[in-house]
DNA sequence: TCCAAGAATGTGTGCGCTAACAATTCGTCA
DNA sequence: TGACGAATTGTTAGCGCACACATTCTTGGA
């Protein structure tokens, strides 16, 4: 392919009049090289175009600087931004980020993504799969491989960066209620996810401590506005709701969309507040209360973990400390979505 | 930190019985290798949880199976999209994927980021970053590199892999223009990305086709629903507009809301056709008729482009073939948010 | 029975780099 | 002026693997 192979160390070397040893120090920046040698390294190296070779680097120190990140479905907002957040952090700290998607869930999938990671020789993995499947697969991973969970709940056996999705679930619940509400409804994700388990926690915490009822949690929706949609559909003919804490954004949408259709508004009629902040809501129609979840910080904080745990000698980071849990607190964005009911049947202020 | 060394070939050699040749040998599916001896290697392999040094073998072959990807916001659907295109289909040819994320869309900084996949030694790169800026930095990348553009138009002088924005744009100002309108305006995406601009000139040409008017299109927009949002309050005064193709559904999302918000109704009043066909877009308020793109697909097709070009050996395609561009079509995927005007102005059917 | 051709396996070497140690140079103080 | 220690540089030996080649073992046909 190309005519000539690309220039090594003792290329640079032979140019700088010095040894191949020589070069390597001045490009790890070893202390004891004189100045001018160092100089003169440096413009034969770029002289020459050259670049060190990874691979063979790699070999010798026995270590990567590349990464690994699992992630469900990069698609979806959350995953996505976390991923972002993931590389901006890696980029930092001067490691790669490799990428393992998997399409489904099951432990094999799971456990298959790690082992193509470890094969590539990744020094530790990020995983963004929130599901309690997940969850128990990793579980069964070697302990020598550093591993660090993402955005999946508070309640797992690894190390991992969370939002407070309890606490965020509580923040809406009691805000409907502030706003005079009954009771809230929740429109609950998908059962194998621990966000969605953690959130309907919150949800079911913060109604029962203001001992308002606690109706039966909207089930059977899995993050999709479609989902949503049809839960609206229901809901739209149920004249006891008048509230709904859905348990993300897109599932918020198709709800709104089922109301609107039913010819129930928003807010007038029913409240309804969401989880997420994706960067559309607020101009859905009407825009939405939600309860805003840092994505991009969350990520970058999975990344610095990971790095601590592995144990960046550059950084001065101790390859030792153990942080089980790292949960950030989530904040609500109120917006248009909800309001006090309109017809209020007790407790008049 | 781990007691032992991990397990290397002559290890398993040793246990197998046999030259680490061998164990290489079986290792690489090479013919010639009875069955009873590749067993025993195998066997002795399981036993040890010998798993082979990437980078070992990536110095003795020197050629590695990891890619390069640049993205300028994975966060966007349509990038997180293709990537995941992407990963997929690295994942079916055997090869890892490293992702390198740029902030802004300079020069520099995509050239920085092709400057650190080559430090990692990716055998090829793919670029998703739309932007003209971004597609002329790329043309001074040394052609040792192999580099196909995805998403980002057809108009590059790069291998690109690219949905056919003109055409995409022709269907939908055709389809409104079919519907009795006068004529269609459009809410531009930046000028600085080649699929606006290809967008644009797709709408205006569909426009000029049919002799219709060519209104000044809507400028300054930036694909986010925000400012969808800003041109959708002027729109909405403007009773001489009865129909809008947005550049992408973003933007159509924050138009339709100020639409709504000052009582125009879509699409009685006015008609809106969006570009992308978001997982969301059917739960607009209307549901919106857009150009579906088939993001995954885009992404899957560059991997398959830039691995033609790499020259897989294991796969027996040639490292030859030059397929500068490839085009999709997209297709139009209508629903409630456009419809015939109310009064029509002239040529009555 | 023997030999040639081919199958199956083993041996040696180098990929490009860093780590450990050896050798050299330099400065400084007695 | 000489010598000693620190600063600077060079030398050697792998890291774990695949490739090229050498060697040994099987066949099958004359």
Redesign the interface.
Same mark, same amino acid.
């Given at each position: 392919?190309?005519g000539e192979r690309a220039p090594v160390m003792a290329d640079v070397a032979r140019i700088a009049g010095v040894s191949h040893q020589t070069v390597s120090r001045v490009l790890n920046d070893h202390p004891n090289v004189r100045d001018r040698t160092r100089e003169r390294v440096l413009a034969a190296v770029r002289e020459l175009g050259y670049?060190?070779?990874? $691979?063979?680097r790699? &070999?010798a120190t026995r270590r990567?600087r590349?990464l690994g990140v699992i992630s469900f479905?990069?698609?979806l907002?959350g995953p =996505?931004?976390m &991923?972002?957040g993931i590389?901006?952090a890696a @980029?930092e700290y001067d490691y #790669?980020?490799?990428? =393992? $998607?998997v399409?489904t869930l099951d432990r094999r999938s799971v456990l298959d993504a790690v082992d193509?990671l @470890?094969?590539?020789?990744v020094a530790g993995i990020v995983v963004i799969a929130p599901q309690t499947a997940a969850v128990g697969a990793l579980a069964n991973v070697p302990k020598?491989v550093p591993l660090v969970a993402v955005g999946c709940g508070a309640h797992t056996a690894l190390v991992s960066v969370a939002v407070d999705n309890e606490a965020g679930a509580g923040l809406a619940t009691s805000y409907l209620l502030d706003l005079g509400h009954r009771t809230v409804h929740h429109l609950l994700g998908p059962r194998t996810w621990l966000d969605a388990q953690e959130r309907e926690a919150g949800w079911r915490a913060a109604l029962e401590k203001r001992g308002a009822p606690v109706p039966e949690p909207l089930a059977g929706a899995d993050w999709?506005?479609?989902t949503?949609?049809e839960h609206g559909r229901r809901i739209a003919d149920d004249p006891g709701v008048t509230a709904v804490f859905c348990a993300n954004d897109?599932m918020a &949408?198709?709800l &709104? @969309?089922a109301l609107?259709q039913a010819g129930r508004r928003v807010p007038e009629d029913i409240s309804v507040v969401g989880f997420d902040d994706m960067?559309?809501t607020?101009? #859905?129609?009407p825009?939405l209360t939600t309860v805003r979840q840092d994505f991009d910080e969350l990520g970058r904080r999975a990344l610095h973990a990971l790095i601590e745990i592995v144990g960046d000698p550059d950084s001065g980071i101790p =390859?030792s400390g153990r942080r089980p849990h790292i949960v950030i607190p989530p904040s609500l964005v109120v917006r248009a979505s909800a309001t006090r009911p309109r017809h209020r049947t007790e407790s008049p202020t």
């Open positions: 392919m190309d670049r060190p070779n990874a $691979a063979a790699t &070999l990567t590349t479905n990069t698609t907002y =996505a931004c &991923l972002y590389e901006q @980029r #790669f980020v490799t990428v =393992a $998607a399409g193509r @470890r094969n590539q020789g020598d999709t506005a479609r949503g949609y897109h &949408l198709g &709104l @969309r609107q960067a559309e607020e101009y #859905f129609g825009s =390859a």
